[in-house]
């Protein structure tokens, strides 16, 4: 009499062509699990110019093979450009600073993906950020990552328990010099591979020239709080609250510090109705100081709001957890108090909620 062993679960995972779904698939592997290695193609335009795209499925399509794993390529571009470059320019023609990830991560990874792995007989989908799931009782609760200089939860806070309870992030246990480490120690091609920073669509080239092909300048008057004009700037949505650098007034010389250091001009204030740029002479300076804020299109990883109370947030990524008071909440918006006045609270970006190591969820800043 023969017994038939048990079936392994099948997990598809997000294969990038870098290190970290690279270790991803394989530590699955190790685990037990059939995998399956998924390259995501979500940018079409200025392909073969700006993004690796070409070389990225190359490096994929080696790790898979030296891990001995099948992989499929898929095309998402006509969904990212719906879902989530369409929103990209709807924020920024409004002079806020959205971050794309976010959303990408909502829309695409862990939704159009999800979708398709599951057509692929799926049990879960894995991914290689640095996050953590674990389950208390019935719920899904996101974590951070042990590593906390790689830490990615913020990206993921829109996530839902339907698309949490599917997932696997398999190096969020791990610091990312182990996940360098295990690179080398089993061959993987791509082991030195640089980290890929920002977003593909973008590549290499200039954020403002990316920009300038799919929103017109509008140049208007760049001024101080106290109103002198100090010239013109190309148009409200290429800065950001916060920027320094590409301002176009060099020659402008700012306060003198009493060691002699002369203080740099920040971006502090759009006004859409006048098209005004405000800028502001010093990092500390009054304008760029905020304790509250307000965020809407609130999303809650639990289905629900937590008790309004002490919690820390970050309002960008990169930021150190900042102590702050949820104070409302209602079903569209939050308000957070914060105990220290935080530096450039920009539009656009996400307030993001944490009880401890437990991401709860977040907003967009208003």
Request: charged share 25%; aromatic share 10%; with cysteine.
């Amino acid at each position: 009499m023969s017994s038939l062993s048990p079936k392994k679960p099948r997990v598809v995972i997000g294969l990038s062509g870098g290190v970290d779904s690279s270790v991803s698939a394989w530590l699955l592997k190790q685990q037990g699990y059939e995998v399956i290695g998924l390259f995501m193609k979500n940018w079409e335009d200025d392909d073969s110019e700006y993004c690796s795209s070409r070389q990225d499925w190359l490096d994929a399509v080696a790790v898979a093979d030296l891990i001995g794993i099948d992989i499929e390529a898929v095309n998402f571009a006509a969904e990212y450009k719906e879902r989530v470059f369409a929103e990209f320019l709807k924020e920024y023609s409004a002079g806020r600073t959205p971050n794309p990830d976010v959303l990408c991560n909502a829309e695409i990874k862990f939704k159009a993906f999800l979708d398709h792995a599951m057509t692929l007989g799926a049990d879960y989908i894995a991914t290689g950020h640095y996050a953590r799931v674990r389950r208390v009782g019935g719920e899904v609760q996101l974590l951070k990552g042990l590593d906390p200089a790689k830490d990615q939860s913020y990206f993921l806070h829109r996530l839902t328990q339907q698309q949490l309870d599917r997932v696997l992030f398999p190096v969020g246990e791990l610091p990312k010099t182990q996940v360098r480490r295990i690179a080398l120690e089993i061959g993987l091609p791509n082991a030195k591979k640089k980290d890929s920073t920002g977003i593909c669509f973008i590549g290499e080239r200039p954020f403002r020239e990316f920009l300038n092909r799919y929103l017109p300048t509008q140049p208007g008057p760049m001024m101080t709080p106290e109103g002198e004009y100090l010239g013109e700037h190309i148009g409200l949505s290429f800065y950001t609250l916060g920027q320094r650098k590409g301002l176009g007034i060099g020659g402008v010389k700012g306060h003198q510090q009493a060691d002699g250091q002369v203080d740099a001009w920040y971006v502090a204030k759009k006004d859409l109705n006048t098209n005004t740029l405000y800028v502001v002479n010093g990092h500390d300076h009054p304008w760029l100081l905020k304790k509250t804020l307000v965020a809407d299109e609130v999303s809650w990883i639990s289905g629900y709001p937590p008790h309004e109370g002490a919690y820390a947030a970050k309002t960008r990524y990169r930021q150190t957890d900042a102590m702050c008071d949820l104070v409302n909440t209602d079903v569209k918006h939050i308000t957070l108090k914060f105990t220290q006045a935080q530096w450039a609270i920009t539009p656009g970006q996400s307030a993001v909620l944490y009880d401890g190591e437990v991401c709860l969820g977040g907003g967009i800043i208003l």
